[in-house]
Each structure stands twice: as C-alpha cells, then as structure tokens.
C-alpha cells in the first residue's frame, strides 16, 4: 500500500515536470526572440538617427549654415571632367548618403604617388559622411583597361595577379587605417552611417556567366558609340588592334558600377584623369541594366535623383611637364620596400616653389587657412622650405604612419620649433606587435626544398613564427593562414584572396596550395603577410643567403667547422667521423655559459649525473644511519 502510495503520490508530479520544461524553453525562445528584436531595433534606431544627421546636414548647408563637400573638392583642385549635371549632382549629394568608390586594377605589385590622386577626394567624402568603397579589380586587371595605350598590357600569371592583389590590398589596408587616423587629427566626425570598404570585383565577376551578362547587358548595348570613344579608334588605327576582352572592358567596368550600385548605394565613381570615357560608359551600363530589367520587384528607382555620377581628377605634372610621381622615368611607390619613407620624403621635398601650394590642397587634408599661412610663412623665407616640409610630413603621414613620417622629418632636419606636430603614438615594431605600419617586408624567396618542411617549422622558415615550437602552437591554435579557397582542399582561385587556417598536415600537402607552382601566401595576425617565392636550390645556395631553422647553418655546423679548420692548421685531414666524435668530447669537456654573463658557467650533463648520483648516495647513508639509531 505504502509503495502504490509513493507511486500514486509521485505519479502527478511528471505532467508537472514537462510543462516546467516547457515553461523553460517558451522562456528561452522568447528572451532569444527579445534579444533578436533588441538587436534588430538598436540597428533600426542607428539607420534613423543616421537619417535624420543627414537632414539637419543638408537644411544648414542650404541656409548657408555648412559648406557643401562638392564646393570643398572644387576649391582644393580634385574635380576635372564631370559626368553628369553639376548642379544636380550638387542637389543629389546634398539630399542623399550616396556612395562613391575609387577603382584599381592589380596589375602591379604596388600604389603609386599617382593614385593617391582619385582616392583623396574619395577619403574626403569619407570624412563628410558618405559610404566609400576602395575597389580592387581582381577580374579587370586580367584583362587589362587599354584606355591611353596603343599596345595591349602582357598577361599576367596567375602567381603575380595573387601576388599583386595581396600586397595592394594590404597597402589599401594601411591606408585606411591612417585615414582614420588623420580623420581624429583634424577633427572630422566619426558617422557610423559612413561605411567604409575595401572590395574585389572578383567576388561578382567571377560567377558571372556569359549568358547572364549578355542578357542583362551586352544585347541592349549598341556598337556603334563603343567604336568612337577615343581609346577604341586610336588603338585600331594607330595600335597593335583590339582584343574582344579589350573592347567589353568598360563593360564588365560598368558590370561593377551597377552591382555596387544595387547592392550597397554607390551612385558616384572617382577615376583618374583618362578614366572619363570608362565611367560615361559604366554609367549608360548601369542605365541599361536599370531600364531593362524585367522584374517588377527587381526595378531600380529611376530619376535624376537616383542617376549614376562621377567625375575625374585632373592630370597632374611637374614643372619640368613630368607627370607626376614619376623620378627619372621610374614610379614614386608606396611600398616602404621599393621607395623607402627617406625617399618619399624626399621626392615632395624637391617640389618647387610654383607647385607646392598646389600639392598642399591635393595631397593634404590641412584646411585652407592653415595652408595660407604655411604660404604664408613660406614665403617670408623660401630658402626654409617650410612648405614643403609641411608637405611631406603630412604625405608620409598619410602612407607610412606620423611616427615614420617624424623620423624623416628629423632626418632631412626640418625644424618644427619649440613644438612637434601632432603624432600618433604605436607600438614600435621591435615590440613584437604588428600593425597596418609595422609590417615587415611581405615578399621574400625561400628554396624550394622547404616545401618538405612540416607547417610549423615553414612558418619558422618564413620569419612568421620565432621558433617551430612557436609555429606548431600557432597551428593548433589556428593563428596561422595559407591563402586559398575554404575547406584547404585545393589553392587559391586567380583574382581572389581568400584564407584559410593551416592545419598539421603532411608536409607533401602543402603543395597543393602553390601557385603556378612557385608561389605561396601565408599570414599570421591582421597585418603580417608572406608571398614566398619558391626557387631553385642551387640559386638559394650562390645567393648565399639563408633562412631560420635551415639545415646546415647553425650551431652545430659552426663547430664542425672550426674543427676542421684547426685540423687543416695542424696539417691533419679528418673524416666526418673522427669530427662528430671530437664535436662530442668537445661537448663533454666544454660547459655551457648564460649568453652576456661568460663568467657563470652551468655544468656539464656528466657533471650533473655525477652530482645526482652522490646525492642519492647521500641520502641512502643517511637513512641508513637513522635506522640504525632507531634499533638502537
């Protein structure tokens, strides 16, 4: 009876159990829903606020209240060729957030002075609040813009289009990274509705089938004005002729405009002062595209508001007619590697007096009435050149970080008075901490037999790890990265740059992940790049260079031979043998000493066996005479 009771007792306490279990998740599907919903209404109440910023921006800019940043790029020099009504862009820019974006072909591994030229004006609508978008053109550049030549650009492999899309997306990187910094420099509002991007047109381009690109574009686009732009007839009359890739390249340009254009609201392109006739054609491409979609609900808003503009920068040349960033024929580069921060420096400083004010407002994001006064000051004593002192400062800020751009000054002796311009303070690159300025040099060559090492010691090998122990635990940790498609199970896709975490796999794996069978990109961090060139090992050796961890260069090897020279003296002629058996008495007699303290010496391993073996013989006595005590 008691246990029917227990039974009976206990028997409606089990519906009870499953509605609190119930109860529990209905309480936790709802604080995940509550959580959504925040998440959801906090990103709703950022895009209003962001909103209603921009209407009070634009009504104090039509009462006069604010400058209008077309105005601000008008005054400073950056707008040359305008396609589209300047007082409906004006209007446009006013009333809208629009984006504008800036686009580079990869087809060198480096920037150059000359770019910087469409991408200020872009970083100064950054400032004013627009969304800004660096475009990388993984997919255009193997095809190559033929705009101003009249011989068609060499193909490019596809180990060197990797290999140039990494470092220009890394220089982008470093780029940005100073903008922000120049940004909090001069005072510029941090506005979260101003996005910022660094994209790859290979993302889109390389999904893009023939029959979708002639159904949404090329059946509707007409021959005839393609055939009158300037690039095409001078190229057929004058030049080697035109590739079919040649003659659809503002084409598959226009391809990028509109698919930027419908997915994140970029309505304006920055181009280069030949880029006029590329972006009047990505603009009547974004038109057709637009016109002649065929879904309703897939439309485009059309209208003068939601026209796609753009404009150019003027060509720019020195006094002496040179275009500009050019010495001696060769290009002023970005890359600390190919044109140090000294010769940077340098290159603004020999500016002349004619053109340096000129510079101050392209190449500078100082306001004008400090510009007039550096003029101002400047020309009281041109012998100074305080101009261009300023200049360089301000441009080697902008590349390589104000702490490198301070060292130069110092260097060329640029006496800044009894105060130092402003500076932003990072870590030195001697603290181990990497960052967009103290990355170290991202191209190297190593022999090709390393790809016989383990994944571990070739992040050694590569300088990315200070020992293997250290590159095994970066591998297990996941802290280390080979560029190529995700899951590692096959390479890179040309014109991509995709990562992927290295794993501890066989060392014969690792070739899997070469490209064109001579190159591999690794990365540790952020900012720490390696594009490892493979080479032959007879061209390694005659380098007479050597890699960490590398067989045959270290310590051991040192003593070797340090034995063998003091046999040849002694006029004796050793075998390997009798050299590894005197290398180990050598190493029995010899002690080890701390590294900077020679006067402390740590003993031998037979001195220490010896010592442990004396104490166990101490301890045994020991307790031998205790117990005879004790029975005592």
């Not at 809208?96 to 002075?113: C, E, M, N, Q, W």
């Not at 400032?127 to 095809?143: M, Q, W």
């Not at 029959?211 to 055939?227: E, N, Q, S, V």
């Not at 490198?404 to 640029?414: G, I």
Request: positive net charge.
């Amino acid at each position: 009876m008691a246990a029917r009771l227990s039974a009976a007792a206990l028997a409606p306490l089990r519906p009870i159990s499953s509605s609190v279990c119930a109860a529990r998740q209905l309480s936790q599907s709802l604080l995940q829903s509550q959580q959504t919903r925040g998440v959801a209404q906090t990103y709703l109440k950022k895009v209003a606020e962001g909103e209603e910023r921009w209407k009070a921006r634009a009504e104090r800019i039509q009462n006069g209240e604010q400058r209008h940043v077309w105005d601000i790029l008008d005054e400073r020099g950056y707008i040359k060729d305008v396609a589209g009504n300047t007082d409906r862009i004006k209007e446009v820019m006013r009333i809208k957030r629009i984006g504008a974006y800036v686009g580079i072909d990869p087809t060198a591994d480096s920037l150059h002075v000359g770019h910087m030229l469409p991408l200020m004006p872009l970083f100064w609508l950054w400032f004013h609040g627009y969304p800004a978008v660096t475009l990388i053109g993984g997919s255009t550049a193997r095809i190559g813009d033929p705009t101003g030549r009249l011989q068609s650009r060499e193909h490019i492999t596809n180990s060197d289009i990797s290999k140039n899309i990494t470092k220009i997306h890394y220089q982008l990187s470093k780029l940005w990274h100073n903008v922000v910094q120049m940004r909090i420099k001069y005072g510029y509002e941090d506005d979260w509705a101003a996005k910022r991007s660094l994209l790859n047109n290979n993302m889109w381009l390389q999904g893009l089938t023939l029959y979708d690109f002639i159904k949404r574009l090329a059946r509707d686009t007409r021959i005839g004005p393609m055939l009158s732009r300037d690039t095409a007839k001078r190229k057929l009359t004058d030049g080697d002729g035109m590739s079919l890739g040649e003659f659809m390249y503002p084409l598959l340009q226009g391809w990028d405009f509109w698919h930027m254009y419908n997915k994140i609201g970029v309505q304006m392109q920055i181009g280069g002062s030949d880029q006029y006739g590329n972006i009047v054609s990505g603009i009547e491409s974004l038109k057709t595209i637009r016109e002649t979609e065929e879904a309703p609900y897939a439309r485009m808003e059309s209208g003068w508001q939601h026209d796609p503009i753009g404009f150019t920068v003027p060509l720019l040349t020195d006094s002496a007619g040179v275009k500009f960033g050019k010495s001696a024929g060769n290009a002023i580069w970005l890359d600390e590697f190919k044109t140090s921060a000294f010769e940077l420096y340098g290159y603004f400083m020999r500016r002349t007096d004619d053109e340096v004010e000129k510079l101050l407002k392209l190449f500078t994001f100082l306001p004008m009435p400090k510009i007039q006064s550096i003029m101002e000051e400047h020309n009281a004593d041109p012998a100074k050149r305080i101009a261009q002192h300023n200049l360089a400062f301000e441009f080697v800020s902008l590349i390589h970080g104000s702490q490198k751009a301070l060292e130069e000054a110092q260097q060329h002796s640029f006496r800044f008075g009894g105060e130092l311009p402003s500076i932003v303070k990072e870590p030195a690159a001697s603290s181990g901490i990497i960052n967009a300025n103290t990355a170290p040099r991202s191209d190297i060559k190593l022999p090709r037999s390393v790809m016989k090492l383990s994944p571990a010691k070739l992040l050694f090998a590569t300088g990315l790890a200070p020992s293997a122990a250290e590159g095994q635990r970066l591998v297990k940790m996941q802290g280390a990265y080979v560029a190529a498609q995700p899951g590692q199970k096959r390479g890179l896709v040309p014109g991509n740059l995709n990562w992927t975490p290295m794993k501890m796999w066989y060392p014969e794996e690792t070739s899997k992940f070469l490209l064109d069978d001579r190159m591999l990109i690794l990365r540790k961090g952020k900012h720490n790049v390696r594009i490892v060139e493979l080479v032959d090992d007879e061209e390694w050796k005659a380098s007479g260079e050597f890699y960490p961890g590398e067989p045959y260069t270290g310590e051991v090897r040192r003593r070797k031979q340090e034995i063998i020279a003091q046999a040849a003296e002694d006029g004796k002629t050793l075998t390997m043998t009798q050299v590894n058996k005197m290398l180990k008495k050598k190493g029995r007699q010899e002690g080890l000493r701390v590294a900077n303290n020679p006067d402390i010496e740590l003993p031998t391993k037979t001195e220490v066996r010896e010592r442990v073996r004396l104490t166990h013989m101490h301890k045994k006595e020991e307790r031998r005479t205790r117990g005879d005590e004790h029975e005592w």
